[in-house]
């Protein structure tokens, strides 16, 4: 099995500002903004919180409105929006980071692990606010086994017609377009969904503490296996993630697996 380090969500490039950490724990990855799309940030809830306020709430001089297209993907949260019927969480690719996924082999029964750009927050009077002092980490915040995969324009369902990538033609004529869809269940742990997100605890972080958020806190078993775009990646005790780059594709060991079973569970 391979596992995809996953990096989605607002970044320093697109939406510049961490994620928030909620006061309850949930891990809010917040879509980046894209014009083409078609779910704004006020269309987008939270528990009665639609994303814009919670986007201008925690950065005031945001550019963002609440009329700015946001892309929901991977959508794996769902009482975001109204769904269709038969819903299901998924996750869409394409162009150069589709071509990197297929290049690495990856394929059904594979795991993404998503992670993200994410800082405490803290209600004070009511107003949402980064929690001073906070760490900017990288935090591990949903999950997905591939269960299949749709590559062509024809075989998408129709509760899918509302995911980002459904609509974009030109890629799918190219056949440079992919959507992602779970299994029911994990495969080595049946107990648990196929797909899910996950809330905050320290097993989740990737960050090595009191050190800028690329600079991860793997176990040593990472040692023994290559990661896609990170040759000599690792500096003494941590390693080294890049900065730019979507998808991080690497073999699962028996080691490595447990790990990974420890960050769900």
Known sequence: MRIILSRKGFDSGSGRQPNPIMPDGTLLSLPIPEKEDHDSFASLQWKGMNYYDIVSSLRPRTRLTADTMCHLDPDIRKDVKQRMQGWKPAFGQMGAALKHLYNQGVSVGDLFLFFGWFRQTE??????????????????????QIGSIIDKEADIPKWLSGHPHSSYCDAWKRNQ??????????????????????????????????????YWDLPSCFKDVNISYHSNAWVNDYF????????????????ILEWTMNVIK
């Open 177 to 214: 377009n992919a959507i992602f869809l779970p299994t029911d269940n994990l495969s080595f742990m049946p107990n648990m969904k196929g797909c899910d997100v996950l809330d905050y605890r320290p097993n989740r972080i990737l960050t090595k503490e009191g050190l800028s958020r690329r």
């Open 123 to 144: 209600l004070i009077n009511g107003k949402l606010f980064y929690k001073k002092g906070s760490q900017d980490l990288h935090i591990i915040y949903g999950y997905m």
């Open 240 to 255: 080294v993630s890049v900065s730019r780059g979507q998808e991080f594709v690497l073999e699962a060991t028996d080691k």
